[in-house]
Every structure is written in C-alpha cells, then in structure tokens.
C-alpha cells in the first residue's frame, strides 16, 4: 500500500493511458531482447506500437486489417524464435481471430504475445462495435494463455516487459482513455501475483478484487466506504490467469465475503473466475460488478462507467448490499 | 536438373509404397481422410525423398527447409512420407488417430515435435509459413539457402485469411516460400466448382504479386522442375498449381468426391491394395 501513488485518491491525479505504458514496455522489451518483434493490423499508433516501430523498423511488420493473419504470422514467426508482439484493439484481436489464437498459438504452444487495445465501455464514443467486454473470458478459457489486465500505464509497462520474458501465450489488455496512475515505479509486479491495494483500520467486513482501470473506482469507493465505518480490503488481481489462488482464498477467509468489479461482461470474466476458485477452495457469498448480458454504446467513458453500474457509487452500494446479507 | 530414368522409377515406386501405407492406415484406423492423400503422395514423396534439405536422424536441424502442412486432414500422407523417408518407424503409422499416439488426426505438433505446425482448422497454414519466411530473412536478408514450403488445398482458398496471407506474401516480396497448391477440385460438400467456384486460379495468385505455375501434379519431373523455377524467382514468393486426381492410384477412389472424408472399409482396401500391387509391377516394367 505504501508503495501507491501518494496522489491516488486525489483529484488532480495523474492521468496517463494504460495502452501508453504497453507502447513504453514494449519499447523497453525490445532494447532487452533482439527476439523480440512486433506485428500490427493498422492500429500502430492507436495501440502505442509505434514507439517500437520508430527504433526498430527492421524488427516490425505490418499486415494491414487483417487480424486472423496477424495471430498465425505471429505463429509461425515465433515457430523460428521470435517472441512477436501482435496488436490490435481487443475486440478484433483476440475477437474475430480467435481460431487463430487457439490453434495456431495456444495448441501449438508458441511464444506469442497478444496486446489487445481499446477494452471496456471507457472507449467511448466509438460505441458497442468497438467496445470489448468478452475479451478475458474468450482468453482465459485457452489452455496454457496466461491473461493479464493492468490497473494502470505504470503497471502495464512492468507486465509487458515481464511478458516478454515469460515463455508462452499471453495477453494483456488494454484501454483506450487516460486513467489514473495508481502505482509507482517501485510498486512491486510480478505475473501471477495480486497485492492488496487497500487496506482498512479496522479488520475487513468485505473484500474487493477488482482489475484493469476500475481498481481506482474501488479503491475511492474503499475510502468512502472506511467513512461510513465499512473496513474493506481492496485486491488489485492484474493477472486473471493464472489466478493467484493463495491470495484470493485468504482475502475470502478474512472478510466471507467478495465483491469482483471489471469493465467486462460478468459471465465468463475475472468474476467468475474467482467464483470458480472460491466454489472450489471457500465457498463464500459474492457479488459481481461488471456488464451484465449487454452490449455498450456511445457515450463519454465516465457516464459509460456509470450506465452499466460500475462506477464507485454502483461499487459502495454492492458491498454495503452484500455486508448486510451476510 | 532433370531427373534420371532411374530416379524417376525409384519415386514412383516410393509413392506407390506411400500409398499402400495410406490405405492400411486408414483401414486400421477406421476414420480419415482417403482422397487427397492418395492425390498428394507424388507431390509429398518428391519432398520427402527429393527436393527438402532435411535430416530425418536430426529433424529439428535448425537449417532444415520447412514443410508446413496447412490442410491438416491429409495428414496420412504426411505421416507415411516422413516415416517412408525415416523420420519414425513405418510400424508406427498404425497407430493412426488412437489414443496415445503421436499421429494425431490432424497433426499435433505437442504430440509429433518434428512436425512444423499443428493444424486442421483450414486457411492459416500459409500465413504460419509467411511468418517464417520472414524471420528467415529478417535474419540472413537476400541469402537465402533455406526454402519454406506450404502445403494446401484448393478448398482452403474459400477461407479469407488465405488471402490475407497471399497479400502479405506479396507484399514482402518473400522468395524463400513455396506454397504448393494441391488442385484436386473437390471438397466434402462436392465440387469446387460447385461448392465455390475458384477460377481463374492462376491470375488470382498472379494478381496478389505472386509467380505461379501450373503443373501435372503426378509427374515427378514437373514436379521438381516447377521448385527449381520457384528457387529462381528473384523477387516473388512462388505459387505451383499442382493439378491432381483425388484418390490417384485407386480407380474406384479417383474423382469422387465421397471419397473426401472417409476411410476404405476391409473390403476396399483389399481390392486398393491389389490395385496398387500391380501398378507396382506395372512400374518396375515401364522402367525396364
């Protein structure tokens, strides 16, 4: 906790995209490994590949708007030791390829990345077509894929560096709206590792586990929530698979009971994986934040967030919910 | 260089080898795929004991060519020319598509590591060979001495990414991929030219900066002729067209197109098996 960005709950936080801190590890990744390529479907400079493409022209490929073609080039590419890096907003990639992703990169178990832009409603103006909310169940339910969501740019820029060092599929998703930073440099990260992010005084009545951008929507909702007398312990879970079994059965042990909040669809996302693992190990009661069996549409990301009842008033009303049922 | 008489006889009689492997694999097996094998056992013995710089002692040689199988489902054929040319045992191709065995029902490369791909799902297998080819010259530029060969179906063409592929093929002008288009012109659902019609073949490679030939696919010397031509194309990547008859070497199989997707029951197979025995004979005496 004392390793956050001391400005996290501030108003004038900082606000930085997490699809920026992929472009800047993925530059950094690249000054590491001389395996590492990149590969893009004509979105260099909205998925921030474009850093890596300025340094390294000769180590870039584009393949124009083809995105099942992007995933099995990547495969084959990394069938001769290159550790590609494909992007492309999620919604096409890992969306319209994902045969390709299944067939060509997990069944074949090459060493591929996949960077998936513009997740969630937070998009934006763009609307439903482009607004992916089924992206991490599509992912997480492939054999050996390793999935990761970043809370923040800082984060995203440690998880692409260490998925260029991790040997296997993976794939990180990303968003399109600048967000607030919620760690620092020193925050530790590790692939397969979730922090609590949040702490009360008290001993905690309700856990939190929250993913991607939302973490900060919980984390506010944390503090007003320690206002009203509610302690809650806050979960920052980047890495949705494979899941951090340890740390996610001993916050249920502590607070019997678990609100999941992700910018995707509830069936299928981080909630139910954690569902998944707590019906196993400790069954508790829980409770979902996230869209429920909707498609998203145009509109300002904040409004967005809120419409579909994941802002941090929708997050302080299903904890408060979810304590006085228990 | 032009094959000799002796070379030429001694491919026939491999192929004809290859596919009485074919037929008992599937008797054995009881399922699988009978035509495009049978069809694409000249063009896969011409590979295997002829054009690809491989060693099947060593199959991982990292300066091996690579022979990337896109449509997965013909994969008998695969698997009787490496273990003809001894990559593993031939007694190991009974064990086609049982549990436990490394000859998957499409190719799996988790359970066979020699393979260079696993598929099944068709249209990717070019664009997985077009990734290669880059990476190889990525990392030796225009001295290329190793050749990426992408075996495929004329069905798999009515898959969008095979396009996809062909564009960016053309695009990086990659001369070291050599995709070998097995033109059989059927499908399960019947004839190409039924189901989807594919012509004009030729100038729709042609259009996507491709060099393409057209040639006899039962015909070893055309066969390695059009490699030899495909290596010395400077700046294209290489499509040969290899017109074949579903089924070759089994009258009762050839041009039917039920004969896609199912394997010959004892009956059938005997009577291939006998057909193929004289046409055994049948060479030896042509060559004589």
Known sequence: MSSLNPKVFDEDVEQIAIRTGFGEGFLLAGKENPN???????????TKMSLFKELFPERFIEVGVAEQNLASVASGMAAMGKIPFISSYAMFSPGRNWEQIRTTICYNNVNVKIAGSHAGVSVGPDGGTHQALEDIAVTRVLPRMTVISPCDAIEAKKATVAAAKLVGPTYIRLAREKTPVITTEETPF?????RIFYQGKKQAEVGIIATGALVHKALLAAKRLEADGISVKVLNLSTIKPLDKETVVSLARETHAIVTVEEHQIAAGMGSAVAECLARNYPIRMAFIGVDDKFGQSGKPEELIDYYGMGTDSIVDVVRKLRQGK | MALTDKEIQSLEERANDIRKSIIEMLLDAGSGHTAGPLGMADVFTALYFHILKQDPKNPSWPKRDRLILSNGHICPVLYAAMAHAGFFPISELMTLRKFGSRLQGHPHREFLPMLETSSGPLGSGLSQAVGMALVDRMERGRKIDRYFYCLMSDGELEEGQSWEAAMLGGKEKLRNLIAILDRNNIQIDGFTDNVMPLEPLREKWEAFNWHVQEINGHDFTE?????????????KPSMIIAHTIPGKGVKEFERDFHWHGKPPNKEQ????????RLLGEKIRSEHE
């Open chain 1, 36 to 46: 590492v390529v990149g590969l893009c479907a004509d979105l260099t400079d909205s």
């Open chain 1, 190 to 194: 590790e692939i397969g590792k979730a």
């Open chain 2, 223 to 235: 066969i390695v002729g059009a490699v030899e031509t495909a290596k010395a194309i400077f700046d």
């Open chain 2, 269 to 276: 197979a005997e009577m291939a098996l006998a057909e193929l």
